[in-house]
Nanobody
Framework: VQLVESGGGLVQPGGSLRLSCVAS????????MGWYRQALGKQRELVAT???????DYSDSVKGRFTVSRDNAKNTVYLQMNSLKPEDTGVYYC?????????????WGQGTQVTVSS
C-alpha cells in the first residue's frame, strides 16, 4: 500500500492550504485515515483523524481551524487548513489503517512540508 501526500507549501499567517493523500495498492478497505505532523526537533503529533463512517477527531490546537474529510471511492483523505499560524509549520504525514488481502496494516506517507511564515 502506498500513501502519497500533496498540497504542502509556503503560506503566510492567516492563510489556507489543502492537503490531499491518495492511497493505492492492495486495498480491500480503509478504516481510519488521518494526519499527523512533526515540527523540527519535536515528536510527531496527531492533527486529525476520520473513520470510514466520517467520525472525526482533532487535536485541541487545530479545532475550529482545520477540517478533515475523505472520499472512500477515491481512497483519499483531505485536510483543509485555515487561519494558519507559524506554529502549524512542520512535515505533515498521512496515515491509514488498511485491510489488504494479506491482512491489516498501518501505513504512512512520505510527508509534505507546510511552512507558515511571513
Amino acid at each position: 500500500v502506498q500513501l502519497v501526500e500533496s498540497g504542502g507549501g509556503l503560506v503566510q499567517p492567516g492563510g489556507s492550504l489543502r492537503l490531499s493523500c491518495v492511497a493505492s495498492g492492495d486495498i480491500v478497505t480503509i478504516y481510519t485515515m488521518g494526519w499527523y505532523r512533526q515540527a523540527l526537533g519535536k515528536q510527531r503529533e496527531l492533527v486529525a483523524t476520520i473513520t470510514r463512517g466520517d467520525r472525526t477527531d482533532y487535536s485541541d490546537s487545530v479545532k475550529g481551524r482545520f477540517t478533515v474529510s475523505r472520499d472512500n471511492a477515491k481512497n483519499t483523505v483531505y485536510l483543509q487548513m485555515n487561519s494558519l499560524k507559524p506554529e502549524d509549520t512542520g512535515v505533515y504525514y498521512c496515515n491509514a489503517l488498511v485491510q489488504t488481502s494479506l491482512g491489516r496494516r498501518d501505513d504512512w506517507g512520505q510527508g509534505t512540508q507546510v511552512t507558515v511564515s511571513s
